[in-house]
């Protein structure tokens, strides 16, 4: 796998952003995180706000047209109304082949999956990662490249995009390109249950 672009946003100068995943003490002196309400729309929000830096890196030109026409009649429409149209989301499946997104739950993956405008099946890794091995957070974007070396899915020239989130709040990203097909791997986390999944269900 050859690293191709790597981006991290940092927004905690919002303390909206900054509390919405928080280490502190429980009232019995017990060290823990504090996952508000805000999580979710905080999560949404800084997303798509990464998503204007990373799009012109990554977009191909069709889209990226469609993008930046949006983005410039947004802010246009800012200035007339307060209630402009929300700006265009690109279909980053022109820009990528197989996508690892945060799995810090059932809800964080929906939301990504809205943003993004994602199906179930693009979402498959995470929402089965997020079964079998719980939410590790940010580190689970890798379990989900495993799952997709053992279903045998990424061929070379394909490319990934990593896409996690941080306390802080942090939004990061990985895109990688593959340099051969990726097979099933030595001492893969998926070996001894691999033919039992997707799970409808999940």
């Not at 309400?37 to 929000?45: E, F, R, S, W």
């Not at 997104?101 to 995470?126: F, S, W």
Request: one cysteine or more; proline letters at 4%; hydrophobic letters at 35%.
């Amino acid at each position: 796998m050859e690293l191709v672009h790597s981006l991290r946003s940092h927004h905690g100068a919002s303390d909206r952003a900054y509390k919405a995943a928080f280490q502190e003490e429980d009232d019995q002196g017990n060290l823990g995180f504090d996952l508000t309400k805000d999580l979710i729309p905080v999560a949404g929000t800084y997303l798509r706000e990464h998503i204007k830096i990373l799009a012109p890196r990554v977009l191909p030109l069709s889209q990226l047209a469609t993008y930046v026409y949006s983005v410039i009649y947004s802010t246009i429409s800012k200035g007339r109304s307060s209630k402009s149209k929300p700006t265009f989301v690109p279909d980053f499946t022109k820009a990528f082949d197989h996508f690892c997104i945060h799995t810090g739950g059932k809800a964080v993956i929906e939301q990504v999956g809205r943003v993004l405008r994602l199906g179930d099946e693009l979402t498959e890794p995470a929402r089965m990662s997020l079964h079998r091995f719980g939410n590790t957070s940010s580190s689970l974007v890798f379990y989900e490249l495993a799952y997709f070396e053992a279903k045998e899915r990424v061929k070379k020239g394909d490319r990934v995009w990593m896409l996690a989130f941080g306390t802080g709040f942090k939004v990061g990203s990985l895109v990688w390109k593959s340099l051969s097909d990726l097979g099933q791997q030595s001492e893969n986390p998926w070996d001894d249950c691999i033919h039992n999944y997707p799970l409808k269900s999940q």
